[in-house]
């Protein structure tokens, strides 16, 4: 039966308390943070971080003498492994967002990027091993009617125009946070399922005369 050395480790959190005069609150957190006086600190122990394997060797008895073995991830630091898993998503967000700038759909490679990176987080707060990659990326869906905030902004100034019960009230009145938060209310509350699934029949019927069409002309 093969034999390895483990090397697990838990970080014990140590802590102090000390008052520090400053003109603000963010010079008196840097004097914290740069005192190097730790005369009086405490250990607390019942906030001691999780343990984790820190290293591997094949063989017994054999830390840093053996041949190394790469740590499972699932056997990491879980916030260290966070937060390298930040950085992907962080990657990956600001293609999304060079995209949507750019008024381009999400390539496929991005979208199984992110299939695979959300299988990844998953698996993280799991306690469970990364996925195999390539993960299956979800099925593409299409956005069927967007609420825009500056058509709105059109919108209102059409109604005050013609409607005199709004009299008096100019289209400038009408501030950016109101307009926003109109915008979030009436996305969050009205009911388009009747039109989304007229738009899902309505998809069905021309693929299925789209797969009648190819196949009658094979």
């Known amino acids: 039966m093969p ?10 959190p140590v802590f102090r308390h000390r008052t520090h005069a400053a003109d603000t609150l963010d010079a008196a957190c840097r004097a914290a943070i740069e005192d190097d006086s730790w005369d009086i600190a405490e250990k607390d122990v019942d906030s001691s971080g999780p343990i984790h394997v820190t290293g591997i060797w094949n063989g017994a008895h054999a830390a840093y003498m053996g041949s190394s073995v790469q740590i499972p991830p699932q056997f990491d630091e ?3 492994r966070r937060a390298r898993h930040f950085e992907i998503l962080l990657g990956l967000l600001k293609i999304l967002f060079d995209d949507i700038n750019a008024a381009r759909r999400p390539s496929p490679d991005w979208l199984a990027r992110s299939a695979w990176a959300i299988a990844r987080g998953e698996a993280i707060l799991g306690g469970d091993p990364d ?88």
């Open 78 to 80: 879980p916030v260290q």
């Open 131 to 218: 996925p195999e990659e390539p993960v299956d990326p979800p099925k593409p869906s299409h956005v069927l009617v967007r609420l825009q905030e500056h058509r709105v902004r059109d919108a209102i100034i059409a109604v005050l125009d013609v409607d005199s019960s709004f009299q008096g009230l100019a289209p400038e009145a009408v501030t950016d946070d109101e307009v926003h938060a109109a915008c979030l209310s009436i996305a969050t509350t009205m009911d388009l399922s009747d039109a989304v699934g007229s738009a899902e029949l309505q998809a069905a019927l021309s693929a299925i005369r789209s797969a009648q069409r190819r196949l009658a002309s094979d």
């Open 3 to 12: 034999e390895f050395t483990i090397e697990t480790t838990y970080h014990l």
